[in-house]
């Protein structure tokens, strides 16, 4: 991990992107990404923003974390978290408050929703700085169950839209924010992150190639 200006910039234009893409989404209409039903059902049911449901359901993972792993580092990422939720109201209340797609447009912004999630995932990732909140769930469930990471990954997903799901209907609010872009997120986010890292080495190289070649 390396503190530095352009990688702190990095992790603040990846949460900026990431956060987008959850508005997007529920927006859309179209379904959210797996961890995001769970906050959405439970801003509706305690009547509270995006924001301050995501800072409740991390805050509780952080805490579970550092329980469990008896490690004080999972605290860090509270910083993330802090950072987050805030920005998630800023697109929610503010910049996309009045945005509400109809038509062809709901398609352009599950579709967009669909394409920065990951891009932000992987900024995030490219910043060298602490895996996100969900990321490090995913560590835990590969190491409590010996899956690999994408089975890993795939396990969470099912037991959080079976949380947020299980949530809903209890509070008769049906199938809340789950639907088939759900499913669509869940089998598209790994392999959008691979197309992004790909296409951000591809860059990087020729950036290197090209400075080799200035200096020579």
Same mark, same amino acid.
């Given at each position: ?33 797996? =961890? ?94 602490? =895996? ?29 839209? =079976? ?22 997120? =869940? ?30």
């Amino acid at each position: 991990m390396k503190i530095t200006v352009p990688n702190a910039l990095k992790y603040l234009l990846g949460l900026l992107i990431t956060s987008l893409s959850v508005v997007l989404s529920f927006r859309g209409g179209f379904g959210a990404c797996s =961890a995001d039903n769970l906050t959405y059902i439970l801003s509706t049911i305690l009547g509270i923003s995006l924001g301050t449901a995501s800072f409740i359901l991390c805050t509780l993972i952080i805490l579970f974390l550092t329980i469990y792993f008896r490690n004080l580092k999972f605290l860090f990422l509270f910083f993330q978290v802090i950072v987050f939720s805030p920005i998630l109201d800023l697109w929610d209340l503010v910049v996309l408050a009045n945005y509400a797609p109809t038509g062809i447009m709901l398609y352009v912004t599950a579709g967009l929703a669909i394409l920065l999630m990951p891009l932000g995932s992987t900024i995030l990732i490219r910043s060298t700085l602490p =895996a996100g909140v969900y990321d490090e769930l995913m560590f835990f469930t590969a190491k409590v169950t010996k899956f690999r990471l994408p089975v890993a990954r795939f396990l969470n997903e099912i037991i959080l839209v =079976a949380l947020a799901l299980i949530l809903s209907f209890s509070s008769a609010h049906g199938w809340g924010s789950v639907r088939i872009g759900t499913f669509i997120f =869940a089998v598209s986010f790994g392999l959008l992150i691979k197309f992004y890292t790909y296409l951000f080495d591809k860059i990087s190289t020729r950036r290197k190639n090209h400075g080799n070649q200035q200096t020579d």
